[in-house]
Nanobody, 122 residues
Framework: VQLQASGGGLVQAGGSLRLSCAAS????????MGWFRQAPGKEREFVAA????????YYADSMKGRFTISRDNAKNTVYLQMNSLKPEDTAVYYC????????????????WGQGTLVTVSS
């Protein structure tokens, strides 16, 4: 599985961005796609995830209400719509694919994209 993330950039606080993650290669219906982020000097943290076979997204508590994950099975693409962005959302955002027992577990994902930088200015 190869993952290509895109859509990052510079945005002012309160603005929006939509990240995309295109998956190529073999994907399994029971696998999940997740978004994680890593700010300088911090550990990688879970943002949101969704299974290809499910309509139930899962979010980190701090992202609920501002971020929305969605998928397009026909395009093998997962999106992360980010609204009301804050300077503390600044990070490199990674998409990942795998079959995690828990969607928020970093170690449950086998494949990772290259990351896309999101910078939110105050």
């Amino acid at each position: 599985v190869q993952l290509q993330a895109s859509g990052g950039g510079l945005v002012q606080a309160g603005g929006s961005l939509r990240l995309s993650c295109a998956a190529s290669g073999r994907t399994f219906s029971d696998s999940a796609m997740g978004w994680f982020r890593q700010a300088p000097g911090k550990e990688r943290e879970f943002v949101a995830a969704i299974r290809w076979s499910s309509n139930s997204p899962y979010y980190a508590d701090s992202m609920k209400g501002r971020f929305t994950i969605s998928r397009d099975n026909a395009k093998n693409t997962v999106y992360l719509q980010m609204n009301s962005l804050k300077p503390e959302d600044t990070a490199v955002y990674y998409c990942a694919s795998g079959t995690p027992e828990r969607l928020s577990w970093v170690q449950g994902y086998d494949y990772w994209g290259q990351g896309t930088l999101v910078t939110v200015s105050s």
